[in-house]
């Protein structure tokens, strides 16, 4: 009983909770968070990117649109960092069920 209660937390913790999050923005806080934190709240609020769910290509679209039209500058090398980050946390697949745990962490 004494192991359950952590696992539940662990299990349950989802990308919405605050100590996931950089405090200053609300971003998820994995990998290549401080590149879109520096490049993608110069002009708005991160809240539009944290509200948008999309697959990579639908990701580097949003980027071209305003670079094209809304004066974002070429994000060159660092592009792909950011496209595996938003992908990878604001992509359609994080809607869903999260993974279950393997077996063995499950209780009997
Ligand atoms: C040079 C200014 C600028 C920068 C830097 C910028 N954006 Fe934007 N972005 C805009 C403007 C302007 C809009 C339109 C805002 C509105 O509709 O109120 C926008 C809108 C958006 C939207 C909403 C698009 C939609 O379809 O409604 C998303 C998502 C977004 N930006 C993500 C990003 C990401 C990710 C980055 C970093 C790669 C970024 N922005 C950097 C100017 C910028």
Known sequence: MKL???LIIIFNSSPSIAWDNDPA???IN???MELVRAHCTAC???RL???NKAER???LSTIRWMQESQGL???GQVEATILDYLSANYGPKKVGRRKRPPPELLPP
Do not use: N
Request: glycine share 14%; no cysteine; charged share 5%.
């Open 30 to 32: 994995k990998p290549g």
């Open 44 to 46: 708005h609020s991160a």
């Open 73 to 75: 500058w070429p994000l």
């Open 57 to 59: 290509p639908g990701w």
């Open 25 to 27: 923005t609300g971003l």
């Open 4 to 6: 359950l209660l952590p």
């Open 49 to 51: 990117i944290i509200q």
